[in-house]
């Protein structure tokens, strides 16, 4: 299964996406409360590999790890309508891992 999701070029189309969205969203580029969605967009692009590998990490481990507890939070800060600053951290974890930080998704 972590051979479907690693393929580096859809990495990168996801960080430019998230970025063009953000973009989208805080400069109001759109009318109205589409402007909020773009961002929230961007928001769950992000969330989805650190939510997927914390899943089968916690799975695999038989123990919730910290990265599950960390998209927990982030998925709080949804709800709360704080899609900015959730959007934008998951931009920096995305970027972190492409530098090898390795915050949360696999680097191997």
């Known amino acids: 299964m972590h051979k479907v999701f690693k393929d580096p070029v859809r990495d990168w189309f996801g960080l430019a996406f998230m970025l063009l969205l953000i973009a989208a969203g805080y400069y109001q580029w759109v009318p109205g409360k ?6 929230m967009c961007a ?22 790890s910290f990265e599950l507890l960390i998209g927990v939070l982030l998925i709080a800060g949804l709800f709360y309508g704080k899609f900015l ?3 934008l951290t998951m931009v920096f974890l995305l970027a972190g891992s492409f530098l090898k930080l390795s915050f949360s998704w696999r680097t191997e």
């Open 34 to 39: 589409l402007s909020e969605g773009m961002i």
């Open 43 to 64: 928001a769950v692009i992000g969330l989805f590999p650190v939510m997927k590998n914390a899943l089968f990490d916690s799975i695999s481990r038989r123990k919730p």
């Open 85 to 87: 600053a959730v959007a």
